[in-house]
């Protein structure tokens, strides 16, 4: 799903730099740190859970300000 391992999973910011393929690794400016396969299945995780609460269709919908 878009986005997923761009956006962080404590606050939610979505930001392409804050992952770095060659590493592995996802930094968020909030400071959260991770494997960034990992932070892509946490949010992949998030989704499911949106839709199986009934959300029609759940996405991630980057902030443009």
Do not use: F
């Not at 392409?16 to 060659?22: A, E, T, W």
């Not at 590493?23 to 949010?43: E, F, I, Q, T, W």
């Amino acid at each position: 799903a878009k986005y997923t391992s761009q956006r962080c999973p404590v606050c939610g910011r979505i930001h392409k730099q804050s992952r770095d393929h060659n590493r592995h690794l996802y930094s968020c400016p909030c400071g959260y740190k991770s494997n960034d396969d990992r932070v892509g299945a946490m949010n992949i995780q998030n989704l499911g859970k949106r839709w199986l609460s009934g959300e029609k269709d759940p996405r991630y919908k980057k902030d443009n300000n």
